[in-house]
Structures are given as structure tokens and as C-alpha cells.
């Protein structure tokens, strides 16, 4: 579980109640079941206007990755690849399908298998970074549908104002019935403005930020497979493993 999907959702909702009622107010004033249903109504109608249905449920669906976190260990997976370069250059490329089956990542074992089979350097690049593209260009469309959502959030937000104040107009000469009105126009735009501002647009951004680490992490899959293609030397990969993740990858075993 990605705990600062969770905690950062909490703790904004919760320091602005705490604020809240810090200065005296009350949780029961702002939930307001008639501006809950306008807003998100709202919001999710507009969403799905806006996007085919495969779009709208590849985007529901991207939306468990906010929540969830995948471990990657680039340190070992810069190992493994060195290691694979050290045994290629030693016994020869031929020698590396024995281990395909034992990799655990199937970009790594798909990437290696191009280079046992003998593809063209080029055909093996030209397709991984098909395949790269493709998969990022598809989750961009699920972090557009938040994004997109968190623009209209705000607007109809407005509108449950606006619809809020008509009713208060209308029951000018009832008093009683002015107050449901008036509260009803303001928390809906506080309902708007913040899911957009606190669920919407930040999971949009970290959906974004998921998506360019793992193509990162694809890349340099890529270009460890495509240097023991082109027999380069495992200490010389190590470095240039190291440059692809920024240094952040930890020094790799030295291959045999």
C-alpha cells in the first residue's frame, strides 16, 4: 500500500476539520447530503462524457495504482542484468536461454528472449520502445481522467451554488427554509473545490509520477539488454546502469 496516498488524503481532510473546529465550528455543517450529490454527481456525469467507456474504466482502474505500491529494487535488477552480460560474454549469447525462464520480471524476459532468437539490434529496440510507449501512453489516459475530473469538480461546485442561492430565493418569504439553502450553496463549492484540490488532481499527479518512474526503470531494462547484444563489457554496463537511474541504482556485482 502507497501509505502517502492514504495518510496525505487523511491528514488534508483532517487538519482542515481540526481547523475547523478550532475555530468553533461543527463536522455536521458541512455534510450536506444534497450538495455531496451535485457535486460528485456532477463531476463523475461530466467524467464520463468526456471519455469513451474503455477510457472512463481504464481510469477507475489506474486509480488502485495510487493506492498501491509495486517495490522495485534497481540495485538488484542492475545486478541481474551485469550478471547476465558476464555470462553472455563469457559462454556467448546462446548461453543466456537457460536463465530466461528463471527471471522474475517479464519485460526482462521478453527483452532477453529478442536477443537469444538472434533479432536485429534495431528490430529489438524499435520494439521494446513500442511497447514501452504504448503501455506509458495508456496510463496517461487513466491519470487525464482524474485530471479531467478534478477540473470539473470546481465548476460543479458552483452550480450546487448557484442552485443552492435559486432555492434561497425562492423561499425569501420562509425564513425557515433560508438556512438549508445558503448552507447547502457554500459547501458545495467546498465539496468542489476540494476533491479536486485534495483526491482528484493529486492522484492524477501521482499516477503521472508512477507511470515516467516505470518507463524509466523499462528504459533501462532496454538498454542493458541491447548492450549485451551488442557485447558490451559488464563494468562498462554497470556505469551505464548507473547513469539510466541516476546513481540511485547501488553498484552491481561484479560479473565473472
Do not use: C
Not at 458541512?30 to 467507456?53: C, E, K, N, R, S
Not at 535488477?77 to 555470462?87: Q, S
Not at 496510463?139 to 442561492?165: D, Q, R, S
Amino acid at each position: 500500500m502507497d501509505i502517502t496516498t492514504i495518510g496525505g488524503i487523511v491528514a488534508a481532510f483532517g487538519f482542515i476539520l481540526l481547523g475547523q473546529h478550532l475555530e468553533g465550528g461543527h463536522i455536521e455543517s458541512v455534510l450536506q447530503g444534497t450538495a455531496a450529490l451535485i457535486v460528485f454527481g456532477g463531476t463523475l456525469g461530466a467524467t464520463m462524457v468526456a471519455y469513451p467507456m474503455k477510457d472512463f474504466m481504464g481510469g477507475v482502474k489506474a486509480g488502485l495504482s495510487a493506492v498501491t505500491e509495486k517495490k522495485v529494487n534497481l540495485s538488484g535488477l542492475a545486478t541481474e542484468i551485469v550478471e547476465l552480460a558476464g555470462i553472455a560474454r563469457r559462454d556467448g549469447v546462446l548461453a543466456l536461454e537457460g536463465r530466461i525462464q528463471q527471471l522474475a520480471d517479464p519485460f526482462l524476459k521478453r527483452a532477453l528472449g529478442f536477443v537469444v532468437d538472434g533479432l536485429d539490434p534495431a528490430v529489438t529496440r524499435g520494439t521494446l520502445e513500442a511497447e514501452m510507449d504504448a503501455e506509458y501512453e495508456e496510463g496517461v489516459v487513466g491519470a487525464k481522467v482524474y485530471e479531467t475530473a478534478g477540473g470539473f469538480a470546481p465548476t460543479v461546485g458552483i452550480l450546487g451554488a448557484v442552485l443552492g442561492l435559486i432555492h434561497v430565493m425562492e423561499n425569501l418569504n420562509d425564513p425557515s427554509k433560508l438556512g438549508g439553502g445558503i448552507a447547502t450553496a457554500f459547501v458545495a463549492t467546498v465539496y468542489g473545490v476540494g476533491i479536486a484540490n485534495l483526491i482528484l488532481l493529486p492522484i492524477a499527479n501521482k499516477l503521472k509520477r508512477k507511470l515516467t518512474a516505470e518507463k524509466e526503470r523499462k528504459t533501462m531494462i532496454a538498454e542493458g539488454v541491447l548492450a549485451i547484444q551488442e557485447g558490451l563489457n559488464p563494468r562498462v554496463l554497470e556505469e551505464k546502469l548507473r547513469a539510466l537511474t541516476g546513481g540511485h541504482a547501488a553498484p552491481a556485482k561484479k560479473a565473472a
